[in-house]
T-cell receptor, first 114, second 114 residues
Framework: DTEVTQTPKHLVMGMTNKKSLKCEQH?????MYWYKQKAKKPPELMFV???????INESVPSRFSPECPNSSLLNLHLHALQPEDSALYLC?????????????FGSGTRLTVV | AQSVTQPDIHITVSEGASLELRCNYS??????LFWYVQSPGQGLQLLLK??????LVQGIKGFEAEFKRSQSSFNLRKPSVHWSDAAEYFC????????????FGRGTSLIVHP
């Protein structure tokens, strides 16, 4: 299995809702990442988990809450989002925390906040 | 800190023509270099990567890239473009040595005319 699987593919949520994005990989990768991507822009790093521990938080607002239940799963909990949070949310994984072998990306969750 | 420049926002080629996408980086030592492709509404896929050794790197889908230290460049090439190659292409540079967060360029949009 050489894939990163993200669910759901599309999500529409109101500003008072609570929802979660899920990411799963079975490649034995020990680092996992959340990126946010706006249209026509490169992906922006949000969080990095290395060996199931949060190692980087790129000053992301607290309405985004990551969770890594085990080495194969990564969640992103969403609460009280703003319309400007609408974007493509990408999960990625890499063999080790050095990340120098490149990332494997999921196909993303297209989030719309109304 | 490393940086990467993709000078072309859009590139238009005819199907069957050759392709070269430009990428210039800034980093004091030998960088880790990557090219990713993103089809509309999808995640990023790693095309190829360079760490060391042979400066001409072969990737998937018939792509290759050449590392030129003297020009601080890592240009992506393909001898004959197919309509399915139309996508966004991102160059990324990592510092290596445990600094595992790559810096992405702004991307180049490839348009393929029949």
């Amino acid at each position: 299995d050489t894939e990163v699987t993200q669910t759901p593919k599309h999500l529409v949520m109101g500003m008072t809702n609570k929802k979660s994005l899920k990411c799963e990989q079975h490649m034995g990768h020990r680092a996992m990442y959340w990126y946010k991507q706006k249209a026509k822009k490169p992906p922006e790093l949000m969080f990095v988990y290395s060996y199931e521990k949060l190692s980087i938080n790129e000053s992301v607002p607290s309405r985004f809450s990551p969770e890594c239940p085990n080495s194969s799963l990564l969640n992103l909990h969403l609460h009280a989002l703003q319309p400007e949070d609408s974007a493509l949310y990408l999960c990625a994984s890499s063999q080790d925390s050095a990340g120098n072998y490149g990332y494997t990306f999921g196909s993303g969750t297209r989030l719309t906040v109304v | 800190a490393q940086s990467v420049t993709q000078p072309d926002i859009h590139i238009t080629v005819s199907e069957g023509a050759s392709l070269e996408l430009r990428c210039n980086y800034s980093y004091g030592a030998t960088p880790y270099l990557f090219w990713y492709v993103q089809s509309p509404g999808q995640g990023l896929q790693l095309l190829l990567k360079y760490f060391s050794g042979d400066t001409l790197v072969q990737g998937i889908k018939g792509f290759e890239a050449e590392f030129k230290r003297s020009q601080s460049s890592f240009n992506l090439r393909k001898p004959s473009v197919h309509w399915s190659d139309a996508a966004e292409y991102f160059c990324a540079v990592g510092a290596g040595g445990g600094s595992y967060i790559p810096t992405f360029g702004r991307g180049t949009s490839l348009i393929v005319h029949p």
